[in-house]
Nanobody, 118 residues
């Protein structure tokens, strides 16, 4: 069982920055892939970025260059640095972890609200 706790959301003006954190209850090395998703009001949840246990990253095409996913192995924490924020970045941001132990298991955090004002 992996527990995820997001933090760092809030209200920011357009053009500003926020850094989200996702702390895991398990060693980050036991997690195959960690990711950030977001869900805007009235829309489906969408993938923002992923980072593997080997450190490989992937981003939604529309967010490349503004968002950066990273990890601190010593703190078992994954971060999402968000720059040049736009009102359309508003939504609930969720941390996700995938583990493999003969089968895939998927874990979600409770989400953190990000609101970008124009």
């Amino acid at each position: 069982q992996v527990q995820l706790m997001e933090s760092g959301g809030g209200l920011v003006q357009a053009g500003g920055s926020l850094r989200l954190s996702c702390a895991t209850s398990a060693s980050i090395f036991s997690i195959h892939t960690m990711a950030w998703y977001r869900q805007a009001p009235g829309k489906q949840r969408e993938l923002v970025a992923t980072i593997t246990s080997g450190g490989s990253t992937n981003y939604a095409d529309s967010l490349k260059g503004r968002f950066t996913i990273s990890r601190d192995n010593a703190k078992n924490t994954v971060y999402l640095q968000m720059n040049s924020l736009k009102p359309e970045d508003t939504g609930v941001y969720y941390c996700n972890a995938n583990t493999w132990s003969g089968s895939w298991r998927y874990y979600w955090g409770q989400g953190t609200q990000v609101t970008v004002s124009s």
